[in-house]
Nanobody, 117 residues
Framework: EVQLVESGGGLVQPGGSLRLSCAAS????????MSWVRQAPGKGLEWVSG????????AYADSVKGRFTISRDNAKNTLYLQMNSLNSEDTAVYYC??????????RGQGTQVTVSS
């Protein structure tokens, strides 16, 4: 059974940072491309970033480029998203997903990120 468990969300002030984690199990993590997607209040799913199976290829949405960094530790079956310079538009539920850029791919239950002063 595929399991994706996100953590690390919370309340942060504008300009702050958070690091999200996604613990994966039930599939060969090191062979699978992964991504982060998010859903802001009242909006649809938005692809944020993708990474290939070895971590050597990454891509970002224009809205987060230069502020967010995706990475993975295949030995720990864990995906990460380092988020810096957060602003109110980054407020959303963040999900890790089992694909590079398909927002409809299997994802976890999500972790809430709220950027507010």
């Amino acid at each position: 059974e595929v399991q994706l468990v996100e953590s690390g969300g919370g309340l942060v002030q504008p300009g702050g940072s958070l690091r999200l984690s996604c613990a994966a199990s039930g599939f060969p993590f090191s062979n699978v491309e992964m991504s982060w997607v998010r859903q802001a209040p009242g909006k649809g799913l938005e692809w944020v970033s993708g990474i290939n199976n070895r971590g050597g290829i990454t891509a970002y949405a224009d809205s987060v480029k230069g502020r967010f960094t995706i990475s993975r530790d295949n030995a720990k079956n864990t995906l990460y998203l380092q988020m810096n310079s957060l602003n109110s538009e980054d407020t959303a539920v963040y999900y890790c997903a089992k694909s590079f850029n398909d927002i409809d791919s299997p994802r976890g239950q999500g972790t809430q990120v709220t950027v507010s002063s």
